[in-house]
């Protein structure tokens, strides 16, 4: 079992609507990451919030936007998306980072796979 | 740009078998270095990290080096087991001084297969 929960598993949702995805840690991490993972490629980083302030955002598209409501919570809200958005989304936390890089291990959820009709 | 490569993308081997598996970068400007596995349908496990100033990390039956002068890693699998199978990842951060690019990278991956 993983230390770090995502919710939902699988979201199938229109380009017209709104979902949000959710991603929680109890470990007491202070850095929390999304990745965006397309089939048989390697993650990408979307985005580093670090002591629930954003620390890096990879020039994501506005459509995708994080929220880190506390230091156990993230969360990232999808609007309008379109079909080549369909990935696995991964959430990962760590103790700490510098500047929003990580230098302690991190730590993955299982991700939510994200279909878009 | 920082470009992230991983030799070979699958490797098949017997149990028992000694292994290594390769991570090479184009920018040695790195804060550290990461190698991870992956499960099918799941999330990322870290493994081993180093930081640009160590050469090497050692957890239980791998063992990782770092080159940064000559843009290498490599990950030694000791006494291989079915269970290690999985792809094995390897991802640097970038250091602070570079401001354009992606701060994170990541090789493609080696897929790997111990048979029994």
């Known amino acids: 079992d993983t230390e770090v929960t995502q919710t939902p598993k699988h979201l199938v949702m229109g380009m017209t609507n709104k979902k949000s995805l959710k991603c929680e840690q109890h470990m007491g991490h202070r850095a929390m990451y999304w990745y965006k993972q397309k089939a048989k490629k390697p993650p990408e980083l979307m985005f580093v919030?670090?002591?629930?302030?954003?620390?890096i955002n990879e020039s994501v598209p506005s459509r995708f936007s994080p929220e880190c409501p506390n230091s156990s919570l993230l969360n990232l809200h999808l609007h309008a998306l379109q079909p080549e958005d369909s990935a696995l989304y991964l959430c990962?936390?760590?103790?700490?980072?510098?500047?929003?890089?990580?230098?302690?291990?991190?730590?993955f959820g299982d991700g939510t796979r994200l279909s878009i009709l | 740009k920082q470009e992230v490569t991983q030799i070979p993308a699958a490797l098949s081997v017997p149990e028992g078998e000694n292994l290594v598996l390769n991570c090479s970068f184009t920018?040695?400007?790195?804060?550290?270095l990461q190698w991870f596995r992956q499960d099918p349908g799941k999330g990322l496990t870290s493994l081993l990290l180093i930081q640009s100033s160590q050469r090497e990390q050692t957890s239980g039956r791998l063992n990782a080096s770092l080159d940064k002068s000559s843009g290498r890693s490599t990950l030694y699998i000791a006494a291989s087991q079915p269970g290690d199978s999985a792809t094995y990842l390897c991802a640097v951060w970038r250091g602070f001084r570079e401001t354009s690019g992606s701060r994170l990278t990541f090789g493609e991956g080696t897929q790997l297969t111990v048979n029994p």
């Open positions: 920018d040695s400007a790195i804060y550290n």
């Open positions: 990962a936390s760590s103790q700490e980072s510098i500047r929003g890089q990580s230098n302690q291990p991190q730590h």
């Open positions: 919030y670090s002591y629930e302030k954003l620390s």
